[in-house]
T-cell receptor
Framework: GAGVSQSPSNKVTEKGKDVELRCDPISGHTALYWYRQSLGQGLEFLIYFQGNSAPDKSGLPSDRFSAERTGGSVSTLTIQRTQQEDSAVYLC????????????FGPGTRLTVL | GQQVMQIPQYQHVQEGEDFTTYCNSSTTLSNIQWYKQRPGGHPVFLIQLVKSGEVKKQKRLTFQFGEAKKNSSLHITATQTTDVGTYFCAGEVAGANSKLTFGKGITLSVRP
C-alpha cells in the first residue's frame, strides 16, 4: 500500500482485557512513532523506533503499555489490563530519517474501554 | 527534555481575518515541521523549514523559521472556513536520533 495502515480501525474492549494494535509503516521508513490522542487534545508521544537503535520508550504512561517492531517494519502496541482512561485514538506514523523526514500518519485505531 | 510549546491551545477568528500562531522550542532545532489535522482526520504534513530565517509560502499560508532556530510562526492571510483544524509544529534537535517532538497544537475555528 502507499500509506501507513493501522488495524483495527475501532476496538471496543472491557476493562481489564489486553489489546493489541497494529501498524504497518510505509516500506523503507526506518522511523516509527506511536502517539495517543484523546478527544480534542494534542498528540501524546508514546514510543519511537529508529532503525536498530534502542526504542525511545520515554512516553509510555505505565508498564501496562509496551510496543515491538519486528524486522524493522510492522509494529504492535500492546496495552495490558486496559483501563477506561486508556480510551483514545492511537496513531502510528512513519518517516525516513534525514533531510526529508516528514511523518506520514496512519488513520488511527479508536480504542474504547468499557 | 526538549519541549516544543504552542500557546494558546484554541483560537477563534472571523472569516476573512488574518491569523498568526507561534511555536517555541526550549532548544535549538535542526528543522521544524508544521502539520494540519482536520476534524476527524489525522495530522498531515504541511511544510518543513531548515535554514535560519527561512520563509516559505503555500498560497495563503506563510511559514517562518526564527533566526536562532528556536521558534517558528504560521500566518494565514484572509482565513477561510476550510482553514479550520488543529495546527501542530514539530521540531527535531540535532543529535537526538532524528526524533521529532510535537507541540500540543492550536485548534483554529473560523466563524463564517
Amino acid at each position: 500500500g502507499a500509506g501507513v495502515s493501522q488495524s483495527p480501525s475501532n476496538k471496543v474492549t472491557e476493562k481489564g482485557k489486553d489489546v493489541e494494535l497494529r501498524c504497518d509503516p510505509i516500506s523503507g521508513h526506518t522511523a516509527l512513532y506511536w502517539y495517543r490522542q484523546s478527544l480534542g487534545q494534542g498528540l501524546e508521544f508514546l514510543i519511537y523506533f529508529q532503525g536498530n537503535s534502542a526504542p525511545d520508550k520515554s512516553g509510555l504512561p505505565s508498564d501496562r503499555f509496551s510496543a515491538e517492531r519486528t524486522g524493522g517494519s510492522v509494529s504492535t502496541l500492546t496495552i495490558q489490563r486496559t483501563q477506561q482512561e486508556d480510551s483514545a485514538v492511537y496513531l502510528c506514523a512513519s518517516s525516513r530519517v534525514g533531510g526529508d523526514n516528514e511523518q506520514f500518519f496512519g488513520p488511527g485505531t479508536r480504542l474504547t474501554v468499557l | 527534555g526538549q519541549q516544543v510549546m504552542q500557546i494558546p491551545q484554541y483560537q477563534h477568528v472571523q472569516e476573512g481575518e488574518d491569523f498568526t500562531t507561534y511555536c517555541n522550542s526550549s532548544t535549538t532545532l535542526s528543522n521544524i515541521q508544521w502539520y494540519k489535522q482536520r476534524p476527524g482526520g489525522h495530522p498531515v504534513f504541511l511544510i518543513q523549514l531548515v535554514k535560519s530565517g527561512e520563509v516559505k509560502k503555500q498560497k495563503r499560508l506563510t511559514f517562518q523559521f526564527g533566526e536562532a532556530k528556536k521558534n517558528s510562526s504560521l500566518h494565514i492571510t484572509a482565513t477561510q472556513t476550510t482553514d479550520v483544524g488543529t495546527y501542530f509544529c514539530a521540531g527535531e534537535v540535532a543529535g537526538a536520533n532524528s526524533k521529532l517532538t510535537f507541540g500540543k497544537g492550536i485548534t483554529l475555528s473560523v466563524r463564517p
